[in-house]
């Protein structure tokens, strides 16, 4: 038997380009955009929850992509800010809160003699040293910073110069450094 074609094999006939067929054409015509149907109070909502734009764009059913750029839509981008804001202060109050201390009512549930007791208490978490270091770093900057950046304007000339002279330099500069 000779090498080639099976007589009952069919013949596969070479494609014709995507680009050329109406099938194509049709395929390439875009979606209805979701914009429109964008609830902006939702969408508030949910980035005042915190959550991030993979987890809202999942919550909406867009893409990434489309969520970045309705963005660009001015009501929409101030539904964002707002709720972000919303989030925002909601740490900043929580931060706050844990670098000064704070109390909650509590429940506390015990079995006393097979019985349930709920006993209504005040819970008190003392202030937080981490919570007060960074509160302070971001909030007062000037006087809590790990660096401080020191700007002297002036010349030395340094050329032909001792180390004596080198050294009585240097303890200058340090004490306008201090002062």
């Known amino acids: 038997m000779k090498k080639g074609l099976n007589t ?3 013949q596969v006939q070479p494609k014709k380009h995507a680009s050329k067929t109406k099938e194509a054409v049709k395929s390439r015509r875009k979606k209805p955009s979701k914009k429109d149907n964008l609830d902006l109070g939702m969408i508030e909502t949910l980035y005042g929850m915190g959550l991030i734009d993979e987890q809202i764009s999942k919550v909406l059913d867009i893409s990434v992509a489309s969520l970045n ?7 929409i981008l101030e539904s964002i800010k707002k709720g972000k804001a919303i989030a ?3 740490v900043v ?3 706050y809160e844990r670098a ?5 009512p509590e429940d506390q549930i015990n079995v006393i003699q097979g019985q349930i ?6 819970k008190h978490y003392p202030p937080d040293t981490t919570a007060c270091i960074y509160w302070t770093k971001n909030r007062m900057r000037e006087e809590w910073m790990d660096k401080q950046d020191v700007n002297l304007t002036g010349k030395i000339d340094l050329t032909n110069k001792t180390d004596e ?3 009585a330099a240097i303890q200058e500069l340090t004490k306008q450094i201090k002062a």
Do not use: M
């Not at 750029?69 to 009501?75: A, F, G, I, R």
């Not at 000064?100 to 909650?104: A, D, L, N, Q």
């Not at 007791?117 to 005040?122: K, L, R």
């Open 8 to 10: 009952k094999q069919k």
């Open 69 to 75: 750029l309705y963005k660009k839509d001015e009501n």
């Open 88 to 90: 925002d202060n909601r």
């Open 93 to 95: 109050r929580s931060l």
């Open 100 to 104: 000064t201390g704070y109390s909650h």
């Open 117 to 122: 007791v709920i006993t209504p208490t005040i």
């Open 165 to 167: 002279e080198l050294d």
